[in-house]
């Protein structure tokens, strides 16, 4: 949970974090490790990696988008406060 | 947070699930209490609001299934639920509507009796598109059972029987009762015949509640073909389509005796004034909207994921 609210900001309570975690493994994208703490790791399948390259390489697209109708926005002010 | 009221969280989660993630939400649960990463309060919240969404999921309310199947199933299951909370809200409009034909005048009966017979009618009808539909079932539930399935579903099954039992024995003794008391005592006069009445329907309900879990659950684990499918989803919109008729003639009735005889309504003595909107109707009449509402959703849910589900095979 530490690990999640350092990298995305976001604190995810134990119950979300394990309803995630259900809906992850079920889909067949994780899978648990042996432990022998308490607490159980995972790590992504090889289908999990597929979904979050995949995922990761929309929200790419989606930066890139985004990023390139920034930088041609105040063209776009000039033009339109000029006529 | 102790580990008593740990495991008083974990409660609300259903067993299966208790069964493969209790102690690592446990310890989690004990981690983020003694890393301060949240309050008592704010992870018990929670941990209950992630229990409740499983234990909906579990029964079929909610919730992503992996094969269009699944889903098409959950709409299903999802429309049987909504028929439960329509039947609770039906029920206190009966009730509700037990003398109303003595209080209205003759002259002004046409319009109500209309709207309350298609209510009655259209209930008969919308009971046997429910049970048609678990009728639908049938063939391959006995291929389940007779494949060591009975396991699976027993525990369900046998709590549904032992409520039933007890509902039907409380029925015979509370019956026993009200042939022993006058009719004032029997309307309320009499409390603690009303606390039993009270709690007899609290019974009945969780008799309701119980059998819909145990068809649910077994629902869930038939792998139920598309034809099947197909007859549930159409068998879904039927059910919907009651449910809408219902609620409309329930609705012109309710209008109908509010004009013709108010204080009907208000339970009160002919000519004196008081509410037409008597909390058992409202309240019925928001179980009935809230049902339609859900229902509709998982008949169009069954409908949209039927498409995906593999077609019907060629007949030789």
């Known amino acids: 949970m530490q690990d999640i609210e350092e990298f995305a900001g976001v604190r995810l309570g134990p119950g979300s974090l394990y309803g995630a ?12 490790l042996s432990s022998d703490s308490r607490t159980r790791p995972y790590e992504l399948t090889s289908a999990g990696r597929t979904v979050l390259q995949s995922v990761v390489s929309e929200m790419r697209a989606l930066v890139d988008e985004v990023t390139s109708r920034l930088s041609r926005a105040p063209r776009v002010v000039l033009q339109r406060s000029g006529s | ?27 989690v649960i004990h981690e983020a209490r003694a890393s301060g990463a949240g309050s008592s309060l704010s992870i018990s919240i929670d941990v209950l609001s ?15 299934g992996l094969t269009p199947e699944e889903r098409t199933t959950s709409g ?10 329509f039947v609770l809200g039906g029920i206190g409009v009966a009730k509700a509507a037990e003398y109303w034909a003595n209080a209205v005048p003759s002259a002004s009966r046409k319009l109500p009796s209309t709207a309350y017979e298609t209510l009655v009618i259209a209930s008969l009808i919308g009971s046997v598109a429910v049970v048609g539909g ?20 027993r525990r369900g099954v046998l709590r549904a029987a032992v409520l039933t039992l007890v509902t039907a024995v409380a029925l015979v003794a509370v019956s026993g009762w009200a042939h022993q008391l006058d009719h004032a005592q029997r309307n309320g ?9 009270l709690a007899w329907i609290l019974l009945f309900v969780s008799c309701l509640v119980a059998w819909t879990i145990a068809a649910v659950s077994t629902a869930r684990l038939l792998g139920l073909k ?27 009735w309710w209008a109908a005796v509010a004009r013709s005889a108010p204080w009907y309504l208000a339970g009160t003595t002919q000519g004196a004034h008081g509410s037409i909107l008597p909390l058992n109707l409202v309240v019925s009449g928001i179980f009935m909207l809230a049902g339609t509402g859900l229902a509709s959703s998982g008949a169009v849910r069954a409908m949209r994921n039927l498409r995906d589900v593999g077609p019907v095979p060629k007949l030789r």
């Open chain 1, 21 to 32: 975690i259900t809906r992850l493994e079920e889909r067949g994208l994780i899978r648990p």
């Open chain 2, 134 to 153: 678990l009728a639908l079932t049938s063939r391959t539930l006995i291929t389940f059972l007779r494949q060591g399935g009975w396991p699976k579903v």
């Open chain 2, 50 to 64: 992630a229990g409740i969404v499983e234990r909906m999921r579990s029964v079929g309310l909610v919730g992503t």
């Open chain 2, 226 to 252: 598309r034809p099947v499918l197909a007859l549930e989803t159409f068998a879904s919109f039927a059910v919907v389509g009651t449910m809408i008729v219902m609620t409309i003639a329930t609705a012109i």
């Open chain 2, 76 to 85: 299903v299951l999802r429309v049987l639920w909504a028929w439960i909370i």
């Open chain 2, 1 to 27: 947070m102790s580990d008593r009221q740990t495991r008083a969280l974990l409660r609300i989660y259903p067993p299966a699930w208790r069964d493969r993630y209790g102690d690592e939400l446990s310890s």
């Open chain 2, 189 to 197: 006069s009499d409390s603690l015949y009303s606390a039993a009445i």
